[in-house]
């Protein structure tokens, strides 16, 4: 219980951090997406049920605040998560390049499927430069992981007991 309200506050915290001081203008169509670096790397974790929750929790707060197309984020985020987690679980790539690198990739899907799902429901195509500006945002919110997942490690670094 204590991890998941630990979690649940640092999720809270990102959220509004990016939707008030990281929020992107129309000048800056790129913005800050904290809470997605917190939900991958709450995928590194072994807690599968947290993680779900939190993931939810958090996409359901972002699509009430944010978007026109409820329940978008809602199931984007806890499937990211899933995948994030299955991954980290069920290979031994748990270096510091690994969470930096799967926000990249899996910013880059998310922002992807998130812009066909947001130009399909409208019926407008999607643009080269959109699809650019997508992997860009991606890059930019790998950067902001990088210091993120220095300090997870830091801080929530799991010590083994002194007797074996």
């Avoid at 990249?104 to 992807?112: D, K, M, S």
Wanted: aromatic residues 14%; positive net charge.
């Amino acid at each position: 219980m204590k991890d998941f309200l630990i979690w649940a506050g640092i999720g809270l915290l990102f959220l509004v951090l990016q939707s008030t001081w990281f929020y992107g203008e129309e000048i800056n169509p790129f913005r800050l997406d904290l809470v997605f670096v917190v939900i991958i790397i709450l995928g590194g974790l072994n807690r599968l049920g947290m993680g779900v929750v939190i993931s939810a929790l958090l996409g359901m707060i972002v699509d009430i605040l944010s978007w026109d197309l409820l329940g978008l984020t809602m199931t984007l985020y806890p499937l990211l998560f899933l995948v994030c987690h299955f991954v980290a679980s069920r290979t031994n790539l748990q270096s510091f390049w690994f969470q930096p690198v799967s926000v990249f990739i899996l910013q880059a899907v998310y922002g992807i499927l998130v812009l066909l799902f947001l130009k399909t429901s409208l019926g407008v195509e999607v643009s080269r430069i959109q699809v650019f500006f997508v992997f860009v945002q991606a890059f930019i919110t790998m950067l902001i992981a990088l210091p993120l997942t220095h300090l997870q490690r830091v801080f929530f670094k799991k010590r083994l007991s002194l007797h074996l």
